[in-house]
Each structure stands twice: as structure tokens, then as C-alpha cells.
């Protein structure tokens, strides 16, 4: 009994399955790995009378359907990827491509190279070549941004040797400065000290000269006696002068 129920169960399974994929090829739509059941259910209904069809075996085949489609999709999107890694080498091996270079202008370049003949869809080979000139511009652009770095980096270092040769500069003039005050200071200590010496100089001077004085106080008073001299009727100090009387000639 058990294994009849089994075997109408499978014959239905089959059954429901032919149904749906005679619906699928007929509704003439592509399935994807991002189908939700209710999608797959509605465009099927579309195509067949689920009315006769198992909502259990519908669910069956959904999965079924999607584990091929996911391995498919897998196994032509490392294809896709290898035949887009071909391509890309080709146009990096290809130097007359530039950052501002455009498809049009490019396409006779890459026409007979292998690489570009195993892409089918032109469509594809522009994606990869879009992707391929952004790439090189973002390289120019890093480029470019590194150089202006590197330029304000320069440039802020000769700043900084700027300052440190002003400062430098400074404490040079604050020394000249302190030298001036410096060798002022010695001026007014020379000058001080001649101005000493000079005071010394002068004070022995004047200690080393006698002192004349021409004062009556010093001049020796008069005698109030008589002296000798003058009781014989000369002038003390006087000079004698004597007369000699000439004698008569003879005649």
C-alpha cells in the first residue's frame, strides 16, 4: 500500500514537473538566481493551468530550477570574468591607449588580437574599456594628487627653512646687539675711569704745589726803640757813601 501511495506520488511529481518546464519554454522567459517563488508561480500560470499541477511539486521544481540556475550563472560569470581579464591585459599591453583615449578611436587597435575576438558582445568589450580608461584616470588623478602633496610638502619645508634662517638671522642681530651694549658699556666704564684718574691726577697736583702768601701780617713789625744805627744817623741797611774831595793843581 505504501509503496503504490510512493509511486502515484512520483508519477505526479513527474507529471507536474514536464507540465512546468513545458511552461517555461513556452512563456519564452529567462529565469535568474533572483527569482522569489511568487515570481517563478505567476509567470508559470501565464504560460499553463496550474489548476492540475501541485503546489508542493511547483515548489519542488522551483528549487531544482534555481540550484541550475545559480550554477550556471556561476560557472558563465568566471567565464565572463577570464574573457574580461584577457581583454583587460590586452589594453594595458596597447600604449597608444591614454587616459583620454575613446572607444571609437581605439577599437582598430584591439580588432585582430585574440582577446578581442572571444567577446561576442561589443556591448562588453566597451564595459571593460570604460572600466579600463576610469582606471587610468584615477591613476592620473592619484598621480597628480601625489605631485601636489609632494610639491606642498616641498614647499612647506623651504617655509620652514625660511623661518628657521630669519630666526637665525635674529638671534645673530640680538647678539650684535648685546655686543654694541656690551662694548658701550666699556666706553662709559673707560670713560669713568679716565674721568677718575683725571679727579686723582689733579688733587695730587694741587697737594704737591707750596702755597705763597703775600699778607702785611707776615712782614716783621717795627722796632719801637731806637736802633744803634740811627743814634749814629744811618739807616739800618743803608749803603755808605763816601766823598772824596779832589786836590787842588799845582799851578
Known sequence: MFE??????????HEDKARIKDAMKSGKFTITSAWTFDKFKASIAEACDLAAVSESNLKLVFEEVMERTREKEEKEAKKKQRLADEFTDLLYSVKEITVS???EDCKSLLEDAPEYRSINDESFQREIFAEYIAHLQE???EKERKRE???AKKEKEK???EKEREKRKEKEKEKEKEKEKEKEKEKEKEKEKEKEEEKETTSTTEASTPTTTTSSDSEPAPSS???EDEIDGETPGA?????VKPEPSAS
Open 4 to 13: 503504490d501511495v510512493a509511486e502515484e506520488l512520483e508519477k505526479q511529481y
Open 101 to 103: 583615449s575613446r572607444w
Open 139 to 141: 591613476k592620473f588623478k
Open 149 to 151: 602633496e609632494e610639491k
Open 159 to 161: 617655509e620652514e627653512k
Open 225 to 227: 726803640g731806637t736802633s
Open 239 to 243: 749803603a755808605s757813601v763816601v766823598l
